[in-house]
């Protein structure tokens, strides 16, 4: 139970001053490289001081509800155990000041009975300052009993380097606000849809084929077939609060999170569970907004 309690203030990411120029792939291998230097850090120098120094000052981070991370690391500088993760995804925005990586951690801690350890898979945020530097802005864990078998190397959407690419940074920059609205109005379509009509049919209709889905209990899946498949026995979703809608200046990437509540199956009286959750969106060209990534984690045992 301590383990599970300390991993929703542990799994986090966040990155260090950019190496390369402005270009998407230069962009896309800075950001690889702050992440594998934060789980260093986090490894050398123990947890709470890396989340200190990488976090950004308004970091969100998931306990399992959305709250600002830097105040949980530094009112608890000592947290023992040691935490590590490695990136097997990851995606920039064609202006470089948005991205996302996702891969497997592992966190383990000595207890009276010997050393333990749980795993799971991070999503992690981060934002380009001004200066440069990346700063993680969001990031969520999904646990899971069995380890996980990664892969060599890092895999990137498979648009990537198509002339896909190039038309939508053709685009330019465009207008925050209209971006920000724009976002925001997919994902209440898409959560009127989950209520109205169920999760399959609305991710049928806004998931990405490519999608990456993420649940607590099992190792993430990948494609919308296998998305489906895993929520096959979903309970009923009843209603979703929006807490915040972020859009990359390029207006290609951007994510949404909040909170949702189910049905709790089995139960005889009326009784709700409560989740958060995180949606990654990505525009290509004119095209409509799809999800590219969706992870939940549940506030309790909802049993």
Not at 177 to 191: C, P, R, V, Y
Request: hydrophobic content about 40%; proline content about 6%; glycine content about 8%.
């Amino acid at each position: 139970m301590k383990i599970a309690l300390l991993l929703f203030i542990l799994i986090s990411s966040a990155a260090f001053e950019d190496q390369a120029g402005d270009e998407p792939v230069t962009s896309f291998q800075s950001l690889v490289a702050a992440e594998r230097a934060f789980s260093r850090t986090s490894e050398k120098e123990g947890i709470s001081k890396a989340f200190v120094r990488y976090l950004a000052e308004d970091a969100i981070i998931f306990r399992p509800a959305p709250v600002k991370g830097r105040p949980l690391y530094v009112q608890n500088p000592h947290i023992p155990g040691r935490l590590t993760w490695k990136p097997e995804f990851g995606e920039v925005a064609r202006t470089g000041d948005l991205g996302y990586t996702t891969g497997p951690y592992e966190f383990t801690i000595e207890t009276p009975e010997g050393k333990a350890a749980q795993f799971g898979h991070y999503i992690s945020l981060w934002s380009r300052e001004p200066g440069g530097s990346w700063r993680v802005v969001l990031d969520i864990g999904c646990a899971y009993e069995q380890p996980y078998a990664l892969k060599p190397g890092i895999a990137t959407p498979s648009e990537a380097g198509s002339g896909l690419e190039k038309a939508a940074r053709d685009l330019g920059v465009g207008d925050a606000k209209e971006l920000h609205s724009a976002l925001l109005a997919s994902e209440n379509l898409f959560s009127t849809a989950a209520v109205s009509e169920g999760v399959l049919e609305a991710l049928e209709t806004f998931a990405a084929d490519r999608i990456r889905f993420f649940r607590q209990g099992a190792h993430p899946v990948c494609g919308i077939k296998a998305a489906i498949a895993a929520l096959d026995d979903a309970p009923v979703v009843t209603g979703f609060a929006a807490a915040q809608a972020v859009v990359s200046k390029s207006g290609d990437l951007g994510y949404t999170y909040g909170t949702y509540t189910s049905e709790v199956p089995g139960m005889q009286e009326s009784k709700e569970a409560r989740y958060s959750y995180l949606r990654i969106w990505n525009k290509q060209s004119e095209a409509d907004w799809k999800i590219v990534l969706d992870a939940t984690v549940p506030h309790d045992k909802n049993r």
